[in-house]
């Protein structure tokens, strides 16, 4: 297995609700990112998580709450969004933790809409 | 601070004939190098990466870059565009050494192959 799955591909949701993102990959990877992407600009990092803890977070606002379950997991918990979150969210990981030299295996995406 | 140029917003080129998506940068130290392409609505693929060694390194679907340390450059080319290569091009840089760096992206290069 050599992608990174993520669910769902598309998503709609309003200022009140929570929901969440889930990222996934079987291939023994042992950093996990989550980036954030607007219309035809270049990815933002969010969140490297390193051998399952947290070891960046971007300065990212508190109504995104990443968490990672396990070596193969990565969530992204929304609440309270607004509509200039409305981005495409990639997940992606990479072998060796994030000091490695390694390129990132990217995730093809939630696209993400705020009503 | 590390950062990436990619001076062309878009690249147009005739199916068949060579292509060059140009990338210069700047780094503190020995640069880590990486193209990635995105088709519309997915994520970013991986294609090839400088780590040493080398100068010419090739990549997935016949593409090829070549790292220039003096003019900090890593353009990726291509011998015969292909329609199916039209896409979005992103090159990225990171610092060799220091423990985690940031991966840096540039805004990325729009290529369309005119059949």
């Known amino acids: 297995d050599t992608e990174v799955t993520q669910t769902p591909k598309h998503l709609v949701m309003g200022m009140t609700n929570k929901k969440s993102l889930k990222c996934e990959q079987h291939m023994g990877h042992r950093a996990m990112y989550w980036y954030k992407q607007k219309a035809k600009k270049p990815p933002e990092l969010m969140f490297v998580?390193?051998?399952?803890?947290?070891?960046i977070n971007e300065s990212v606002p508190s109504r995104f709450s990443p968490e990672c379950p396990n070596s193969s997991l990565l969530n992204l918990h929304l609440h309270a969004l607004q509509p200039e979150d409305s981005a495409l969210y990639l997940c992606?990981?990479?072998?060796?933790?994030?000091?490695?030299?390694?390129?990132?295996?990217f995730g093809s995406g939630t696209r993400l809409t705020v009503v | 601070a590390q950062s990436v140029a990619q001076p062309e917003d878009q690249v147009n080129v005739a199916e068949g004939n060579p292509l060059t998506v140009k990338c210069t940068y700047s780094?503190?130290?020995?640069?880590?190098l990486f193209w990635y392409v995105q088709y519309p609505n997915r994520g970013l693929q991986f294609l090839l990466k400088?780590?040493?060694?080398?100068?010419l390194v090739k990549g997935s679907y016949g593409f090829e870059a070549e790292f220039n340390k003096s003019q900090t450059s890593f353009h990726l080319k291509k011998p015969s565009a292909l329609v199916s290569d039209s896409a979005l091009y992103f090159c990225a840089v990171r610092p060799s050494s220091g423990g985690y760096q940031k991966v840096t992206f540039g805004t990325g290069t729009k290529l369309q192959v005119i059949p």
């Open positions: 992606a990981s990479s072998q060796g933790g994030s000091y490695g030299r390694y390129g990132y295996t």
């Open positions: 998580y390193s051998y399952e803890k947290l070891s």
């Open positions: 780094v503190s130290g020995n640069p880590y």
């Open positions: 400088y780590i040493t060694g080398d100068n």
